[in-house]
């Protein structure tokens, strides 16, 4: 049973670039969440989503950033128009409905220039 | 903010229990107790939860105290690949977010 995928693993931008970050859960998760950890720091609550729902975005900020996790195919989580503060690494977590532990993907390392 | 504290750092040598610490004291009665270690900048790995009972899996032991004010996530025999920086969690809310600390950074020496 293969764990949470992220892709890519590793992101270089320039400034005023978009990032799309890609989670694929856990078979049989249907529930994602995405946080965010910059250096020296622990992981930051971003935003949990459902299949087709946004159920808590209240880590995301109000601007620039967006998640969807659509009926088919990967959580995304997209970055427009990125700033050098956005450099961070992006892990996501997935968990089935009724289970409580969320696993955790490899990460996106994200380098803005 | 992180509702738990851990010390900042740890040693340990390899081959010895490590035990390593975790104050939780606002805890309420339905959150549960959450241990993740992180090597290396890789993506954080779930080692074991608790509500009220001590807990034992293949990775580690937990123990919680009878006030839940508290808790010890224990490595019985400690290696190398153990050095990473364990997290203590208390799982907050309907929706299950994680809140983060900075978690005890633990090095295995040789």
């Known amino acids: 049973n293969a764990g949470v995928m992220q892709n890519p693993r590793h992101l270089v931008r320039r400034r005023g670039q978009e990032a799309r970050l890609r989670c694929s859960p856990m078979?049989?998760?249907?529930?994602v969440y995405w946080y965010r950890q910059l250096p020296e720091e622990g992981l930051k609550f971003m935003v949990y989503?459902?299949?087709?729902?946004?159920?808590?975005e209240s880590g995301m900020p109000k601007e620039r950033f967006s998640a969807e996790f659509p009926k088919e195919g990967p959580s995304i989580l997209r970055i427009q128009q990125v700033v050098r503060g956005d450099s961070a690494a992006y892990f996501c977590?997935?968990?089935?409905?009724?289970?409580?532990?969320?696993?955790f993907g490899p990460g996106t390392r994200l380098l803005v220039l | 903010d992180a509702k738990t504290t851990q010390p900042t750092s740890m040693d340990c040598a390899e081959g010895r229990a490590a035990n390593l610490p975790c104050n939780h004291s606002?805890?309420?009665?339905?959150?549960?107790v959450y241990w993740y270690r992180q090597i290396h900048s890789q993506g954080p790995q779930y080692i074991i939860h608790?509500?009220?009972?001590?807990e034992t899996n293949e990775m580690a032991s937990l123990i919680i105290t009878e006030d839940r004010k508290s808790s010890t996530l224990i490595l019985p025999h400690a290696t190398l690949r153990d050095t990473a920086v364990y997290y203590c969690i208390v799982r907050t809310g309907n929706n299950r977010k994680l809140i983060w600390g900075l978690g005890t950074s633990l090095a295995v020496n040789p």
């Open positions: 989503l459902q299949k087709e729902n946004i159920i808590d």
């Open positions: 977590a997935s968990f089935r409905g009724q289970q409580e532990t969320q696993y």
């Open positions: 078979k049989g998760h249907s529930h």
């Open positions: 606002t805890i309420s009665g339905n959150e549960y």
């Open positions: 608790g509500l009220k009972n001590n």
